[in-house]
């Protein structure tokens, strides 16, 4: 009993080692925007996140609230996170959004890439195929209820990041 104690101790204190957890991380999170506070129910779809929890400090986490807790620091955080923030329904995007092969390019400047979009609007085939092959090839890719959420009609979807890339769906019926 005292090796196998040992044995977990040893391997706590030794891996992630001390320069693997001070070095940077580059995280980029695509989202859709931020929360419009004044018109905040689920029928305006400008907000990408719908404020069905009520007002003032319920609402719902947006972009901003997950960047600040990744940039957040203390005594006991080691870690050195760099965040980059890309609202995909932006018109000035860092890459083509038509080009599976353009954003590919950007997204593999990224250790994480934080799929943090609700709403299907401006996620495109050509986007969902890029993260899953950043995947694929080794890239670490994180999605919470935001990115799951498959609130589908017609061809706007995201089929492809929760069939192909999760297995998981937070599905629009039931939920």
């Not at 018109?39 to 319920?58: F, I, S």
């Not at 995201?158 to 937070?170: H, M, P, R, T, Y």
Request: hydrophobic share 35%; net charge negative; proline share 3%.
């Amino acid at each position: 009993m005292s090796y196998a104690a040992k044995t977990v101790l040893n391997i706590l204190a030794s891996y992630p080692n001390q320069q693997h957890n001070t070095s940077s991380v580059s995280t980029l999170i695509l989202h859709g925007g931020e929360i419009d506070s004044t018109n905040c129910g689920p029928g305006n779809r400008l907000n990408d996140v719908p404020c069905n929890y009520g007002t003032g400090t319920n609402l719902p986490a947006d972009y901003r609230h997950l960047n600040n807790l990744l940039l957040a620091n203390s005594t006991q955080d080691d870690f050195n996170i760099q965040v980059t923030n890309v609202d995909i329904t932006d018109i000035s995007l860092p890459y083509n959004p038509s080009s599976q092969t353009s954003i590919e390019a950007y997204i593999n400047q990224f250790d994480v890439v934080i799929f943090f979009k609700h709403w299907k609007t401006a996620v495109t085939s050509q986007l969902q195929q890029a993260i899953v092959n950043y995947a694929d090839n080794g890239g670490g890719v994180l999605s919470l209820h935001h990115g799951l959420y498959n609130d589908y009609s017609g061809s706007l979807n995201k089929d492809i990041i929760v069939n192909q890339l999760f297995g998981a769906e937070s599905a629009q019926a039931g939920w």
